[in-house]
């Protein structure tokens, strides 16, 4: 049996397509690896991520339990001042910022006076002109009626501005609302949002738990007046005395409403600043000793709310 055996090389052409082959082989097991490497990489961090949100939202939940016990602690004890005083404390690697506002304290958009709502927008840094057109075009969309106030806003002027929805005619739902008002915008509604709320349920705020913003505007006084006596009053809370009132004598002011309803706002942050926080209202329900919060509303906080141990009073709320 004859076997003819070629001993001729391949030619140069056959050469080339094999190498051609064998490289272009060797770059897609590469492509392959790097794609399989880059995609452990990034579950990975997507996993570390995921673990980190979860941490971090256990943390600011358990910064609004920390609230409620707040609270309800007894008289005795002194319970927390809701005056946006900052709560701080180290659980595991996060750290927790709480702090709580009364909501008598804040002007309500539904029961304030138009002068009130004025005096309020002024000390935001208003014009008087601008402050009264603001005032009434609030008056006229919470009002039920199509009457157009002497500077308000009624339907045809947000058409003749751009608006394709007119004056509600009825009361706010949320302090989120005003930003829909006709000559409200972001900044002075950044600076109001610490200030206004539509729990309060009344023509008159409680200086004893206001905020700075409100005192300026039905004291007159100036930001650092404002700010030692929102300082002495957190002394007298911690030393247990009561704070003299003989200067709060706006007609504006009522001392002796009791706190109902709270907004709590709590941000946890941990070592790998990573952030998470949520802003909760919440209203006490019950007597003495079955004292309960049911949640209200709540807001993700999307912004850094507290800074140097101090709440940023213009971030309270998301934006």
Known sequence: MNLNVSDKPASSPELGVALISVLWLTVLLSLIAVTVSFTGRTNARLTLNFENATHAQYAFEAGVQWAFWGLLLPEAERPWLADGTVHS?????????????????????????????????????????????????????????????LNGAEDNDYQQAGFSYGAKDAPFDSIMELKRVLGMDDQLFNTL???????????????????????????????YQALEFINDRRAAHAEGVTIATNALTSPFFSTSSRGLNYTVLTQAVLKTNTRSGKSVVIQRRGGKGKEIFNILDTYSLNKEVFKDNMLIESEGLPL
């Open 89 to 149: 404390m180290n659980l595991d690697d996060a750290i927790i910022h709480v702090a709580v506002t009364d909501e008598n304290g804040k002007v309500d958009l539904n029961s304030a006076s138009g002068e009130m709502l004025k005096a309020l927008f002024v000390a935001a840094g208003l014009d008087d002109l601008e402050a009264e057109s603001l005032s009434d075009a609030i008056m006229d969309w919470r009002d039920t009626d199509d009457l157009k106030r």
């Open 193 to 223: 949002a610490g200030s206004i709320t539509v729990y309060s349920n009344t023509p008159s705020v409680n200086p004893l738990v206001a905020p700075k913003l409100v005192l300026m505007a039905f004291t007159g006084w100036e930001e």
